[in-house]
């Protein structure tokens, strides 16, 4: 009985429903996705899937030459950049602002955070039109106070795209940053200030340097989010602001050239990959 047990003595166990859960929801069908765009249209008779004999680069090397996709990936790569940005400089102070709360009025901030998340997406989207519509809060305000004699436009721009994928994305790196930051013993806050750090100092070398790996996790996903943004492009945005998702998207169900679309998805994960896992190669190459 033992011996038959004992492979739950080994930990990867533990990562055997995520392994099978990645495998069968995105390897699966990513690697359909990946010979598609390989075998572009196959001649009759040589459409099997594991016919090896269609396969080229010539589809993707089509898809990578179109200035279209080089342009697209650049405004993709550009708008993660600004969104990971933003969701960070909001992130880190709100969660060190409930961080500091007592227990009801933390569970009160991490409720009105987590709100987006519960919201129907399409009731999101409609909220977000009247805020940022010409008759909407912020345009009454900016007329009202008159600082603005005519409503701003706030639709088809940058501001209206990264506007909405914050608002979608935002939750979680302040989930993750509450979380860790709660991890910290106030007792080491005190000792430091005690031995002459200023709060700042303080708070930086005992709650926010131990909680630097879910600093850079959530750093992690508001950029993944980013890359993938696609409600906020598609819905706030006009075609100069569309990204990779969006374009996938329009190519696929709209088109209907899937070879096309399945070229765009591929090189676009392949691009998206190199970016987010480039900086931490370096890292661990320069750490001693």
């Known amino acids: 009985m033992g011996s038959r047990l004992g492979w739950l003595r080994h930990p990867g166990w533990l990562a055997l429903p995520a392994t099978t859960f990645v495998l069968a929801i995105f390897v699966g069908p990513f ?76 569970a009160a ?8 998340k519960l919201v129907n997406l399409l009731v999101l989207l409609y909220g977000v039109l009247l805020v940022l519509g010409r008759q909407g809060v912020i345009n009454d305000v900016l007329v009202g106070t008159g600082i603005v004699d005519q409503p701003l436009q706030m639709f088809g721009n940058l501001f209206a795209v990264v506007f909405t994928e914050v608002l979608v994305i935002l939750p979680y790196p302040v989930l993750l940053l509450v979380a860790a930051f709660h991890a910290a013993d106030p007792a080491q806050m005190d000792a430091a200030r005690s031995l002459g750090a200023g709060p700042v100092r303080a708070w930086v070398e005992t709650v926010l340097r131990p909680a630097w790996p879910a600093v850079v996790g959530a750093t992690i996903v508001s950029a993944v989010w980013g890359v993938g943004a696609f409600v906020g492009p598609l819905v706030m945005g006009n075609p100069p602001y569309w990204t990779v998702a969006v374009e996938v998207y329009d190519r696929a169900l709209v088109d209907l050239a899937w070879v096309e679309a399945a070229g765009w998805a591929v090189l676009g994960v392949a691009a998206f990959g190199l970016v987010l896992g480039l900086p931490q190669l370096l890292l661990r190459r320069t750490s001693p």
């Open 31 to 106: 690697l359909g996705v990946v010979r598609v765009a390989l075998a572009g249209d196959p001649p009759p008779g040589t459409g099997s899937f594991v016919d090896f004999s269609v396969l080229s680069l010539d589809s993707l090397r089509a898809v990578q030459a179109t200035p279209l996709f080089r342009s697209v990936l650049g405004v993709t790569v550009r708008t993660a950049a600004i969104i990971t940005v933003v969701c960070m400089a909001i992130a880190v102070p709100f969660a060190a602002y409930v961080h500091t709360r007592g227990p009801r009025l933390r």
């Open 109 to 116: 901030l991490i409720g009105a955070i987590a709100l987006p």
